[in-house]
């Protein structure tokens, strides 16, 4: 689920204020004995503490739209997002009904898909196909079909284009509806054999007459 992530920025300058000392004293006292040696540490050291006190540390918080506490599954619930809102802004820019409603289904699908995902990582393997290349595809498609009217471009051939992708938006969009149902298979035989242990139970107790 998504989160504020809070990290711990140091700063850098009072480290280059304590390394700035050593050549410094260098110049002034003989390091190489153990009294400059000592006498270097100890100027170095309050050049570190007094850099520290000019530039404290600060907690800087970042927030994180997916943290599933996998790297990889966040990265694709991330880019799912993203081609989920590219094609909600093509979907405003498409005028044709038919061809809205069947994005609209896509969306709302592949945001169910996205919530699924979210909530139960382990199922992410079997939305990868989906994630890298169906949902980035449709995005590319539907943008040539906005170009193609946002430029009013007329003939044959972007007349055969617009067409064909009205007639696969409606499989497009049940084949996302699809993909949603298949996520819950296994959640829909736990339940079946659920009831069935309820129901044997029940008769062995002689409760379901």
């Known amino acids: 689920m998504s989160k504020w992530q809070e990290k711990t920025k140091r700063p850098v300058l009072p480290v280059y204020m304590a390394a700035l000392v050593w050549p410094i004293m260098a110049l002034l006292v003989p390091i190489y004995t153990l009294g400059?040696?000592?006498?270097?540490?100890?100027?170095?050291?309050?050049?570190?503490?007094?850099?520290?006190?000019?530039?404290?540390?600060?907690?800087?918080?970042t927030?994180?739209?997916?943290?599933?506490?996998?790297?990889?599954?966040?990265?694709?619930?991330?880019?799912?997002?993203?081609?989920?809102?590219?094609?909600?802004?093509?979907?405003?820019?498409?005028?044709?009904?038919?061809?809205?409603?069947?994005?609209?289904?896509?969306?709302?699908a592949g945001r169910s898909i996205a919530a699924v995902v979210e909530k139960t990582p382990d199922k992410a393997r079997s939305v990868?196909?989906?994630?890298?290349?169906?949902?980035?595809?449709?995005?590319?498609?539907?943008?040539?079909?906005?170009?193609?009217?946002?430029?009013?471009?007329?003939?044959?051939?972007?007349?055969?284009?617009?067409?064909?992708?009205r007639r696969n938006a409606e499989t497009t969009a049940t084949a996302f509806e699809n993909q949603l149902d298949a996520l819950y298979s296994a959640e829909a035989m736990d339940i079946s054999t659920d009831i069935e242990v309820l129901d044997s139970i029940l008769k062995s107790q002689n409760l379901a007459k």
Do not use: W
């Open 36 to 61: 400059g040696l000592v006498l270097t540490a100890a100027v170095s050291a309050g050049a570190y503490f007094a850099g520290t006190k000019l530039c404290p540390t600060r907690v800087v918080r």
């Open 63 to 108: 927030y994180v739209p997916y943290a599933t506490g996998s790297e990889d599954v966040d990265a694709m619930l991330n880019g799912i997002a993203a081609n989920l809102d590219a094609l909600h802004k093509l979907n405003e820019a498409i005028p044709d009904p038919q061809l809205s409603r069947a994005m609209d289904r896509m969306e709302k």
């Open 128 to 165: 990868d196909r989906f994630a890298r290349y169906y949902l980035p595809e449709v995005v590319k498609l539907m943008g040539t079909y906005a170009a193609l009217e946002q430029n009013s471009v007329r003939g044959e051939n972007a007349a055969q284009i617009e067409a064909e992708l």
